[in-house]
């Protein structure tokens, strides 16, 4: 089993930073994918970022240049760093986690970007 806590929402003006954290406990391996979605009001969820194997990743194409995912090993968290943040970036975002074939889900956190 795998746990998921994410921290790090709130609320921020548009063009600011936030970084987003998701400390993983139970079993997690550095070769598991490791990621970050979003959801919208009414819309759905959709990815945002994610690291392979702790080495490559896909970032969403609207997020690219802004968002930066990064992995700790040793402290087996994920985060989300994302700077020059917009009103659009407004969502619930669900750290998440691949292992052993199995979707894993944290509870989400609120990043809400005013404008």
């Known amino acids: 089993q795998v746990q998921l806590v994410e921290s790090g929402g709130g609320l921020v003006q548009a063009g600011g930073s936030l970084r987003l954290s998701c400390a993983a406990s139970?079993?997690?391996?550095?070769?598991?994918?490791m990621g970050w979605y979003r959801q919208a009001l009414g819309k759905q969820r959709e990815l945002v970022a994610r690291?392979?194997?702790?080495?490559?990743?896909n970032y969403a194409d609207s997020v690219k240049g802004r968002f930066t995912i990064s992995r700790d090993n040793a402290k087996n968290t994920v985060y989300l760093q994302m700077n020059s943040l917009k009103a659009e970036d407004t969502g619930i975002y669900y750290c998440?986690?691949?292992?052993?074939?199995?979707?894993?889900w944290g509870q989400g956190t609120q990043v809400t970007v005013s404008s």
């Open positions: 690291m392979i194997s702790g080495i490559s990743t």
């Open positions: 139970g079993t997690v391996f550095s070769r598991d994918v």
């Open positions: 998440n986690a691949v292992h052993m074939g199995q979707f894993y």
